[in-house]
Structure formats: structure tokens, C-alpha cells
């Protein structure tokens, strides 16, 4: 823990039109780049041959059919015993071809419209696209160390999540605020969600109540008719099974809500290798895919043609501990796999930018970059925890999601197809030729016209000398990350939404809560 | 700068199989895995269509034909004249075609034999092989802070390069012992360099003195005829071109040596886009693939079928400060496109592990693990710096080294085939049934089969919850590394060498010294 209060001093980047960065730079924190949609143009890197492929995908058809997935829902049990599903209990065994047939139903691609449509994105058609850390219960920073979640701190991160453009969506809660209660929570955390952001937003599938709320919410913040709303998908949800072989009641039930009316739903099983799923990767991903399908099958049967995603979550468990890691080399290849296996399917993909590391550090960073190329190699579509995640999820960090958004920049840049050009010009013979042996390039015509945006610029990444670097105070990653999160909180201004829409948000609110919130178990 | 006394106290790790750890463990710093030669299996990444990789090809030739490489060495500039180049004062310019043939005849991959047979490396035919950081003029650690270069530290440098498993050769020296003599350097160096390690060492092209001492002690420490040494590839050299467009007279001479002795030769351009290249990526690439094919076709002229490697080292400056920039999105594609070249011409790729960083945190990470991706990315043979680079190459630090380590045997386990079985006992079917819903996996056979050797396990890496790391008093990444390090110096015991070589190597060395060494030019 350090005295951080001399970091967070203005200390603005010079302006100027590097790499493709905001022109806006003269009233920004930091030069970041602009909002893009990045395209992955690279072929994905697949370690299963297409014989793996089908062994995974017969794998999970005999699971489903043989074994069968526990529906913790009546209504959901209901529509697969009229599907033709074998029901016993409340397990339900799936006919190979019904799951396949499901499955084709359902569309490749979808595209998300949140309240500003200028912040509209396709979710698959080799799009990859990054949303905030998700659902810790914790946050931690450089001066106040760890600590549980309060509201403040989630408007923090929701203030970051909406600063950023490399942050494409904002996904659940940052840091849950433990200060509101849990009745109430979904509705002031809606209500910030979609009046200091304008991306796309997410429900908790956490019972019916707070589902239609927010769904109602975003139909209000983006001043459509019921009609305009079910039109089109305008927000997502995402669901876990519960591993291995079960879907729980609220996860089910709010799945089919969004589905009825036409909004995705993300499916992502947490199989954890050796904990909730075998030890072997085949095994873990195959029950992974098993349990996914399931819900897509049913969400397809009631819904045929809805949005929906696959995600991996499968990762290992460190063997001496039981703790999950996550970034590992087995992590790396499960979600290869998971992505021959979305691309088996045909449906968009969802991964995540994830760590075990307790502090944002070097370990943080090494485990996060092979979770964040691993999202990249296995054609990921959307990228959940993307910026802010540290101990496995149970905290929030902005120093790290500063960190993340940097690293998420550079991926951007990657993807930028004109750094790869051959053209004449690009190849730049003449220059050479001109510079000539021992020369410099420095000052020709041909650097001169293009240095302003040849080159990725980084807003937190510190590329001076030792000596200069020393000179100016060996300032850290971390401490630097820091001074930024704080700069950015500091001058954050929200975007616009007209009054009527704002009180019509706040009415909405006050409603809900007078009538007491949703209900809670405890 | 922390006093880290304590974090230098014996604490090893328990032993037992764990991941294809050392059963050796028992008497072990850390469980490392064993020795290997990964094998990348994963498709290269190829962001150029073939075209692109053509055009790139053109561009060269044209380079080559038109513009032409200064050699300033007569005596390699009397073999391109004889091969009918047309030289011009110091300027050859090549003929396509013979820079085609001469190309043509390099292997695709060699096999470099150091004095132990057990640590034999093939560079090419699929193989990923990683070396130490070489040439830093300082080292830097967390209680030293940065200093110049020196023996001792260029000792333990060599130490760590013999420790760890994952590091497959010694390149250059770790670090510039400028307590040394330039005059004598090579001869001490060398002499613990062929003592402390017993894997593949390298000979600096820094005149004809140095390269014949080099290549002598290497042919005393295997204890071979000159006839032995001459038959297959016992050492190499790396020789970097002076970009743009010129090849300088000691790495030229050096270059030839080995070759007709048929040690292998590495040819690395350094062509930072923006400064010795032009600032598009594909003329820096193009000019780089130039200046190494025309020192590997005046290598196959002099000595048809000698091994020989290319050498990447493209990158970007920042545009603001001319600084060089490492691991950096563009860094990346370079790479990626230089490997399409070297499978263009059928020649093994180096490339490195690096980063801009000046201390081992979160950007060092997070640019060398973009680096070591790349490698990946690119079908990278040989991956030079792959431990202890810091500050573009002006720093050593054992601890970056170490982090690296860790991060390296990641790379190694990726790479094992056996985590992508699908097999029927790999699906795990019978076991996801016999563990049923809402189970747990932890218990079953079919885990406590395979635990012990499943999953990766860390020897650097924190897996604990935040609480119990903080129990054991928050100590960072950095720190971790520092007291591995220290444990690994202290505890550091040579590789056996019979005292007969030993002698006749002592001996060599104290006569080279009474007769002066190597001339300097200062």
C-alpha cells in the first residue's frame, strides 16, 4: 500500500493524431484509442484434429442422451417432456438429432443495440469484442487494499467500463455493492448502469422480477416501445450451469424470459478439470459443451431462431489446494477446443480475460495475456472480465482494469488490417534506396508522412530509459495505473440522456421501490 | 529497492510427481520440469496472404539487384565477385536468381551438439527452443538495483542458464563483464560459460581471434579431433547486419568461419521501423529479409549446405522519443510475417523474447509475454532473450529471468501432446456418470489417477487465495523470483566435467592470455 495521493495529479498526454487516437486528447485523461469494433483476422488455432472434433461432439450427445442434465425448473422440464425428451425427475435426456436439430436453429451472429447506437455490436462474424470484470464480491486498489464491494466503488468501475473504448459492453456488476440491499440492488445498479454508460448492458438471470425490471429499464433508457424492443436484442443475459449435469431455477427461467423476447442469452458452463468436471481437458470441455447445448436446445425449442452464445469456462484446479487457476496452459487449450467446437456448432463464442493472481502484478499479467490470446486463437466473440478481474474473481481492480484496457488497446491495434499492407508504397523501396547504407530513416519524406499514426502509442506502458525513467521517480505499472483510474474518476463526465427519458428511469425506481424490490431468499 | 534477506532462506517446494515435474525435487530449489525440446504443433499465424509473402519476396530481390549491400569485408566481397555479383566500390548487388540457388542450398533445420549429448537441440523441423537474455551492458535486481555488468553477475547469469531446464542453449554473454579485459573476456567467459553449463554455446563474430578461441574451447570441452568438430554443429554465431543495406567487417568474418567449418551461422537484421527501416512494416520486414539473404547466399557460395538460421528483429520506435519499443502489437506482426518468410525460403526462424520495460512488473510481463506469443505465432526455431531481458536490452535481471522460466515452462507444457487426447478414457463418460449432478469430481478413480501429472504446476506462480497470501506476508511476483534466484546461486552445483578437460581448457586459457588475448581496438 502506498501514499498514491501524488500520482493522481493532471498530468495530460501531449495531444496529437498518433495511431489512430481521439483528436479529443486535449480534455481526456489519457490519448486512448477511438471506439472499433475489432475484426480477428487470424485463423484460429485448433489443436483438436477433426477426429478430437467429433469425439467431443459425439462425447456430448451420449451425455446428454445416456446421462441426462437436471432441469431445476418445472416450466423448462415441461417444454422438453412436449419436445420429445425423456423426463425422469427432473432429469432430462436429450435424442441426439432433437439437440442437432435445436442447435442449427440457432442464428451465428447477433447484433446488440444499446441506447446509443453508435455503440451497436455484432456478437460473432469474426468480431471480438471486450466487456468489464464481472460479479466480484471484493474490490482492491493500491491505497485502500481489499475490501468488500460498496456502491461507490461500483460506480467507479462503471465510470471506467464507460471511459474506456476499448470497453465494448457493460457485462454484470464490476464489484457487487454489498451496502444495497439485495431487493433493491438490480434497480440502482440498472439505474447507473444506463444513465453513466450508453454500451450494451446485462441482466442477472437471479429471478423473474429483477429480469423484467431490467428489461424494462433498458426499454425505457433507450425510449422504445415494447414492440421496438422485442424487435430486436438490446441487452443480454448469461447463464452458468451448475457442474456437472445441472441448470438451476433462476438461471432457466430467466433464460427463457430473454428468449421469448428475442434477447441473447449467453449459456456458460464452469467446468472446473478435477473439481466440477473430469481432470482430463476432452472431458471437461465435452461436459461443458453437453451442458450448454442443453439450454440452447430448450431455449431453441421454445424460441426457435433466438440469440444465443456459447461460453467456456473450463479451466483446472490446482491439484495441491483445489483452488482454480486460471490463465494455464490447460486453460489455454480448453478454450482452443471450446472454440473447434463453437465453430462446430456455428454459434458466437464467449471467453474471458482471467487470473489467479491476488494483486496486479507480474503474475497478473502473464496469466491475463494467455487468457486474452487464448480468447484470440480460439476465435472468441466476446470477452468477458476483460479489464479489472485479479484472485480468481473474488476481486475488482482498477489499477488492473487500467492495465487491461492498455493491453486491450494493443489487441485492437493488432487487428488493424492496414499495418499489414505490401503495396508499393508500403514496401517503400525508393526510400531505402534514398536513405542508403548507415542512413536513417528518421527524417525522410516517407516517415515524415506517416509517423503520426505508423505505430501504436500507449497510454499507461512506460517506454523512456531506465535513467529518464528513474529520474521522473521509478514510477511502477501499478502506481502509474493507478494515477490514471483516479484521473479518470475525477473528470468523468456522463454521457448525455435527454431529461424525460432520465425521469421516466428515476420514476421507474422509485416504483419499484416502494413495492418492495424483488424478493429475496434470505 | 527492498532488503530481501529474507526472502533468500531455504524454502522448497514438496516434492511428488506433479505435472512431469523432476522426481529429483527432493534436493531441488524448485520442481522444474524436466528437460525437453518442445514441439510447436499449433498452425502459424499468417497475416500476409501469399501475395503479400510474394511481394515481400520482390521487394528483396529488388533490394537486392538494384540497390545492393554494402560489405565491408574484401574478402567476402572477392566471393560475391567471383560468384558473379557486381560489386561497385563496397556495394554487391545480387542477381535474383543467385540469391535464389544460394538460398536453396541451406538445410532446413540442423542439429547443434553441445559437450553434454543429453542436451542436443534441432533448430527447425518444428522445434521451439528457448536461450538466455545476451549483451545487456547492466544487470539489474531488486536489492542492487541497476549497475553495470560484471563477473560475478555475468557467473550467476550462467548459473541460471544451467538451472533451469527450460533453457535449451547459452547464447551470449547474459551479461558484458566489464571488469574484464575486453582483450581476455571472450577466454574467461568462455571458459565458465563451457564449465558451469554443458549446453549449446555461442561465439560473438568480434574478430578472427575471438571466433578461433571460441571455436577451440568448445572443441577442447567435448573433448574432440578437429575432424569431430568439423563433422557436425557443435556451437554457432549470431551476426547482426548495421541496417540499413550493410554488413560489417568482423560479423562477416566471423560468419565465414564458422561456416566453412560448418557451424552454424544466425543472420539478424536489426530493423527498428521509423529508424534503420522504413517505418511501414513491410519494408522494415523486407529490408531485413535482404540483409540476411545476402549474407546467407555469400555463406552458401563459400560453403554449399552450411547451416543457417534467420534472424528477426523488427520492431518499432517510439515516435515521440525514437526509443525502441518491444513486444508491441507491431512487434508481433513482424514476426508473424517473417516466419511466413523463413517457411518461404525453408530456412529456421530466431526470434526473441523482449520487452521496453525497465523493472520486471505487470508491462514487462504483458510485452514479453507478446513476444514469446509471437514466437509461438510465427513457427519461431530458436527464441533468443527468452529469460532475463529488461529495457530493451540494456538490462540483465535474475529476476525477470526467473519469471520468465516460469512463463517459458508454460510454453513447454502447452506444447505437450497428451492434454489434447480425446479418447474414450480421456472423455470420461462412465466417470461424469458415476459423479452425476451436482457431484464432485475430486474423489473418483479416474481423477485420483491422474492428478498428480494432469495439471501444470507452478513453481513461481501464487495460486492462493488473497487471505492466505497475505497470511504469508504479501510477497510479490518480484520478490518470489528474487528468492528463487538467490537459492538457485547458492545451492548451485557445476555439471560434471572429467578433470583432464578441465586441465587442457585451464591450460588454452592461460596461454591465450600470455599471449595477449585478442587485439582491442581502443
Known sequence: MTDAADLTAPRRRRTGGRAGHSARA???????????????????????????VQAIHDGAMRVLSEIGIEFLNDEALGHLRDAGCKIEGQTARFDRQFVEEMVAKAPPSFTLTPRNLARQIT???????????????????LVRGKRPGDMETYREFIKLTQYFNCMHFAGGYPVEPIDVHASVRHLDCLYDKLTLTDKVVHAYSLGPERVEDVMEMVRIAGGLSHAEFDATPRMYTNINSVSPLKHDWPMLDGAMRLARRGQPVVVTPFTLAGAMAPVTLSGAVMLSVAEALAAIALLQWIAPGCPVAIGTFTSNVDMKSGAPAFGTPEYIRATQMTGQMARFYRLPLRSSGVCAANVPDAQAMWETMNSLWAAVQ??????????????????????KFVMDCEVLQQFQRYFEPQILGTSEVDLAIDTIAEVGPGGHFFGCQHTQDRYQDAFYGPFLSDWRNYEAWQLAGSVGTTERAHGIYKRIIAEFEPPPMDAGTQDELTDFVARRKREGGAPTDF
Open 123 to 141: 456478437i460473432g462474424e469474426g468480431h471480438i469484442v471486450f466487456g468489464n470484470v464481472s460479479s466480484p464480491p471484493n474490490a482492491w486498489d
Open 26 to 52: 486535449g480534455h481526456e485523461v489519457i490519448d486512448q484509442m477511438p471506439w472499433r469494433v475489432p475484426l480477428n483476422t487470424d485463423r484460429p488455432t485448433e489443436p483438436l484434429p477433426p477426429e478430437g
Open 378 to 399: 480460439s476465435g472468441t466473440n466476446m470477452v468477458y472480465h476483460a479489464a479489472g478481474w485479479l484472485e480468481g474473481g473474488l476481486i475488482a481492480s482498477p489499477e
